[in-house]
């Protein structure tokens, strides 16, 4: 048998339950103009004499903040249940901390030696 015609707006409002409504194309690019002014923060910090000492920390906090816009806005997490983001950002947190110990014991394997 051939299936009839699909109600797609019922479709959408049964495949969205629980969801709340994307963003429009205007929010996206807000947020592309948003992160294109951090990028050119990030790239002007880089030859601002006096940011010199506070430059790693400076510009792993603009790194930041565009990754948590990109996460949040183009990956669509911020529209998802809470269980997605939590099986997202538990990982992250396991991976951040890993990756910190990995610095901290090589770090300290060459002090070490020195």
Do not use: C
């Amino acid at each position: 048998m051939i299936p009839g015609p699909v109600d797609m707006n019922h479709v959408m409002q049964t495949s969205d339950a629980g969801h709340q409504a994307h963003a429009t194309v205007g929010t996206y690019v807000k947020v592309a103009l948003v992160l294109t002014a951090v990028t050119a923060i990030e790239v002007a910090a880089i030859y601002i004499r006096a940011l010199t000492p506070i430059l790693i920390p400076t510009l792993l906090v603009l790194s930041l903040a565009k990754f948590a816009l990109v996460v949040l806005f183009f990956m669509h997490l911020r529209y998802d249940s809470r269980v997605l983001a939590v099986l997202f950002v538990g990982p992250l947190i396991i991976a951040v901390a890993i990756i910190l110990s990995l610095i901290a014991l090589i770090t300290a394997a060459f002090m070490v030696r020195a």
